[in-house]
């Protein structure tokens, strides 16, 4: 494992992943379940205080808008129903969606690790799908953000 892959974004990344996951199999995240995903993740899962804070952020910012990240992931991803995806790529897809929209992260940065997520957690085919996804989200917020 590189020094990149251990910062404590990069584990901020998979616990919140990890808990988005849980509330997603759980039924329709709510932000009460994503809360009580992270909070029981967060007993077994140690971090420093700052990359759980980071998680919370994260967990909480995706059930926040949920509804606006799902429909941006619909809108570029052809052929693809959220529903119809497998659960961890749906929602390394949310947790990065969520980054490039509402949390300002460098697109790079974010698509890289959102790859390194699914490359880690999801099956051989995920790493490419997510690049193409989020790459695609990434061309209509850069769309959107000259159109202004």
């Known amino acids: 494992m590189t020094a990149s892959r251990s910062a404590p974004r990069h584990r901020s990344r998979e616990a919140a992943l990890q808990a988005l996951y849980a509330a997603d199999i759980a039924g329709e995240p ?36 949920r509804d606006e990240i799902d429909r941006q992931i619909s809108a570029v991803a052809h052929r693809w129903r959220l529903d119809r995806m497998a659960a961890v790529d749906r929602n390394v897809l949310r947790l990065a969606t969520y980054e490039i929209v509402f949390a ?12 390194e997520l699914a490359r880690r957690f999801s099956d051989e085919a995920s790493p490419r799908f997510v690049n193409g996804v989020l790459d695609a989200l990434a061309r209509a917020a850069a769309g959107e953000e000259r159109a202004r």
């Open 30 to 65: 709510d932000l009460a379940r994503a809360q009580a995903s992270l909070d029981a993740l967060a007993e077994h899962f140690e971090l420093p205080a700052g990359a759980k804070a980071f998680a919370k952020e994260l967990v909480l910012g995706v059930a926040s808008h």
């Open 104 to 115: 300002g992260t460098p697109r790079e940065v974010v698509i890289d690790e959102a790859v």
